[in-house]
Structure formats: structure tokens, C-alpha cells
């Protein structure tokens, strides 16, 4: 009713919906013919019009997935789902930057750390992220543990123009609505095509008035891209994407072979991320490391200094308590700092053999924390105790599993039973 604008008492002629004439584009890409720049512009003002069912966006989605789209196609569509949007402009800044992970790592909770260092050194920091589309969280999700994430547009830039940065989730703040309405269906389906996964990353980024962005893509053989080559292809398209749209994009390859910290799942991700701006001994080195090379990057973009100078500045002023405290300025700024919620059901899983952690299964590692709730549940997901390298002993701690609930708990065990080799311990 809010979306046709009528309320109660309003007179309401209901009829036979219209034909939608860009579904015989989509049945064009489904005979494998490629879609100009009208023809995608044509379906994403339709999607975002929500005259398409859920049925016939799972159609476009699928026949644009598993390299269906090429270059001039990925670049159209990026397009079209800018103009179908609000944008964000910044007169008053030359460069405002941004930063994207493609997922695939549980854990890899960079960005909130990645803002916090940059803005603390004055650098504009207009970050808007995703919910979870194949992960047990997204950015957007862990912050919403912290404080608040929902956002209207001049809301965002407010807080833009008093701290310099802003956490907030891009549905809310409406810069890219083609894209909500295509991750909800991605997420059902449990995909995210490399052509829809650049034009969502880029036109949120171009949208939000962005001008240099950092890409993060982990490689590993059961991260989200498995191989340097598979990487190498994914990076050259973001760049050429970036340059046709106005933007400058660098991308990191980046190690996948491994979780990232020792929380997966909204709340135990947040504890990481505060854990690693409070400086606490038992913080996760391999998310600081991996925040500050991310870090060092962007303030490489902007001034050109060299990744060893850029190195020194930014842990620099992760040591001395700067990011603490522009991430308190931040919270401060988007309704305070909310005191983490706690899970209501917990298991300890113990090592069943002694030796050292080869290898574990990102994938279904990922399944396992969403089998407990993860999303959807903030505080449902997992908590290491052991990564890969590890020695462990009989009985030792492996990771303790988080749930709202008795049945998801269990649902989740019952997974993990049937695929305990997820953590693979050898001599």
C-alpha cells in the first residue's frame, strides 16, 4: 500500500497486471543472446518496480550466473542498477573511499576495522554493506549487534559530515534497490554469480559516491574462488567495470585457505572486531593483519606513499587506540554502543584425535554456523579455539557452537556428526 501510495478509504481499481515487456528480454538471454545496455536497463527498472514475480527474477538471476554474462553485459547491467537508484554525491571531497570483501571466508570481519583506521586519519568513509547472501554473516549483520545500521539518506550523510564515516546497511538507505530485491532471491537460491556479484558490488560502491575502492578477494580451494587464475579473471573484470563507470578499483588476492579470526556468526564476529580495536591480548592476529594490509592499501590510493609507509601509518594508529576511538565516534554517532547479546544454547565439540589441523572446509564450516541460526540469530554461529596449523590433543577444544534454539542446535550437531572431517587432523 505505502509503495502505491494509497491508504484506507481510498477508492481502488483492481485489474489484469500489465505485460511486462522486458520478460522477453530475460527469455532472449535464456536463448543465449546478449542484452544490450536498453535491454538491462529495461529489466532492472522493472525489478525495482516490483513488477517482476519472485519466480521470473530466480530466471534472470540463473541465466545470468556461471559466466553467462560477458564484459559490455557486466557493465550494462552495474549501470542500470545505479540509474534505477538514489546516489550519493560529495562536492566538498576529491576521493571517497570504499572497501569490498566477496566473501567466502567465515570470519573475515575486516571492514569494521578498515573504516575505523582510515576515517581516524581523515579519510571519507561513506561505508554502506550487504546482509548475508551464502555467508552466516555480513557486515551489515555484525554491526547491527553493535548499533544501529538503518539509515535513511540524508540520515547517512549527516553522519558522513559530522564523523567522516558511517557503518550502515545499503537496503535502508535505498542506493541500489534492484540489487535488494535480487540478493533476497540469491539468497534463497544459495548463489551469487560472478556478473550480478560485480555489478552488486560496484553499483552500491558508485551509488554511494564512491572513488576509489579496495576489492578483497580470498583465494582457496574452498573459499567462494578457488583458484589464482579463477581470481586473476574475477579482478580484471572488476577493474575494467571500474574504469568504464567513473571508479578506481584495486583489488588484493588475498589467502582463502583458512577462517579468518575466531568468531563466525554477528555476535562472535563483533567480539573479534572489538577485541582488535580495544588491543586485547588474545585478539585475532590474522584479522588485525589482514585489516591493516587492507588498511595500508587505501592510504597507498590516496597519497601514493609506498605500502611501507602506509604500513607504519596504519598500525600506528590501530597501537595507539585512534580506531577505538573513531569506532566509538562512529557508534556514538549511529545511536551508541549496544551491549552484545548472549546465545541461549551452547556445545563444546572436542578434538576426537591428536594432531595438526591440515585443513578446514570454508564451505561447510559456513553451513554449519547457518544450520545453527546463523544470520537470521544473532547470536548463533561459532567460536574457534583451534585454526589450521594448530597441534591439538585428544579432547582438546575445537570450536564451541552457538544457537537460540534447541532444535538448530541439534540440527547442527547432527550435521557436524555427519561431517566431522569439516576439520581435517593428522600426524
Same mark, same amino acid.
Given at each position: *500500500? ?34 544490450? +545496455?536498453?535491454? &538491462?536497463?529495461?529489466? *532492472? ?10 519466480? +521470473? ?13 560477458? #564484459? ?8 542500470? *542498477? ?58 551489515? $549483520? ?13 540520515? *547517512? ?25 535480487? %540478493?533476497?532471491?540469491?539468497? +534463497? ?33 574452498? =573459499? ?6 579463477? =581470481? ?9 567495470? @571500474?574504469?568504464?563507470? @567513473? ?7 588475498? $589467502? ?23 588491543? +586485547? ?12 594490509? #587492507? ?5 597507498? &590510493? ?8 602506509? &604500513? ?30 548472549? =546465545?541461549?544454547?551452547?556445545? #563444546? ?7 595438526? %589441523? ?9 553451513? #554449519? ?40 542446535? $541439534? ?17
Amino acid at each position: *500500500m505505502d509503495r502505491l501510495d494509497v491508504s484506507e478509504g481510498h477508492d481502488v481499481n483492481v485489474g489484469h497486471a500489465p505485460i511486462v515487456k522486458s520478460l522477453s528480454t530475460v527469455r532472449k538471454k535464456i536463448y543465449g543472446n546478449v542484452l544490450n +545496455e536498453n535491454d &538491462m536497463s529495461e529489466i *532492472m527498472k522493472d525489478i525495482s518496480d516490483h513488477k517482476y514475480r519472485d519466480i +521470473e527474477i530466480a530466471s534472470f538471476l540463473s541465466v545470468c550466473s556461471g559466466g553467462r554474462l560477458n #564484459l559490455d553485459e557486466i557493465i550494462n547491467l552495474t549501470k542500470a *542498477m545505479v540509474i534505477c537508484g538514489k546516489r550519493l554525491y560529495w562536492p566538498d571531497h576529491e576521493k571517497v573511499f570504499d572497501k569490498h570483501c566477496i566473501g567466502g571466508l567465515p570470519g573475515n570481519r575486516t571492514t569494521p576495522l578498515v573504516v575505523a583506521i582510515a576515517s581516524a586519519a581523515g579519510l571519507v568513509f561513506p561505508k554502506t554493506s550487504s546482509r548475508a547472501i551464502t555467508s552466516p554473516a555480513g557486515t551489515a $549483520d555484525t554491526m547491527e549487534t553493535l548499533f544501529k545500521v538503518d539509515y535513511s539518506l540524508p540520515e *547517512m550523510e549527516r553522519i558522513v559530515a559530522d564523523i567522516g564515516a558511517c557503518m550502515v546497511w545499503g537496503g535502508a538507505v535505498n542506493l541500489s534497490p534492484a540489487d535488494d530485491l535480487l %540478493i533476497r532471491i540469491e539468497r +534463497e537460491l544459495d548463489i551469487d554469480g560472478e556478473g550480478q556479484l560485480i555489478a552488486s558490488v560496484l553499483s552500491k560502491k558508485i551509488a554511494a559516491g564512491s572513488s576509489h575502492v579496495i576489492i578483497d578477494i580470498p583465494v582457496g580451494e574452498t =573459499a567462494k574462488v578457488r583458484t589464482r587464475t579463477d =581470481a586473476d579473471y574475477l579482478a580484471s573484470l572488476f577493474t575494467k567495470v @571500474g574504469d568504464a563507470c @567513473g571508479i578506481q578499483v584495486r583489488c588484493l588476492l588475498t $589467502d582463502g585457505s583458512k577462517p579468518v579470526g575466531a568468531g563466525i556468526g554477528p555476535v562472535q564476529e563483533a567480539l573479534d572486531v572489538l577485541s582488535v580495536l580495544k588491543g +586485547e591480548d588474545d585478539a585475532p592476529q590474522d584479522l588485525s593483519k589482514r585489516a591493516l594490509v #587492507l588498511a595500508a592499501n587505501i592510504f597507498d &590510493m590516496d597519497s601514493q606513499c609506498g605500502m611501507e609507509s602506509a &604500513m607504519e601509518m596504519v598500525s600506528g594508529i590501530l597501537e595507539s587506540g585512534q580506531a577505538w576511538t573513531q569506532f566509538l565516534r562512529i557508534a556514538s554517532a549511529q545511536g551508541g554502543l549496544k551491549e552484545l547479546p548472549q =546465545a541461549k544454547y551452547s556445545s #563444546l565439540q572436542k578434538a576426537d584425535r591428536k594432531g595438526v %589441523i591440515q585443513a578446514i572446509d570454508n564451505r561447510r564450516l559456513a553451513r #554449519l554456523a547457518k544450520l545453527a541460526g546463523a544470520p537470521f540469530d544473532k547470536t548463533a554461529g561459532l567460536r574457534l579455539h583451534a585454526n589450521v596449523g594448530n597441534r591439538v590433543e585428544y579432547d582438546d577444544p575445537i570450536f564451541t557452537l552457538f544457537s537460540d534454539s534447541p532444535g538448530e542446535k $541439534d540440527y547442527a550437531l547432527e550435521y557436524y556428526k555427519n561431517n566431522a572431517d569439516i576439520f581435517s587432523i593428522r600426524d
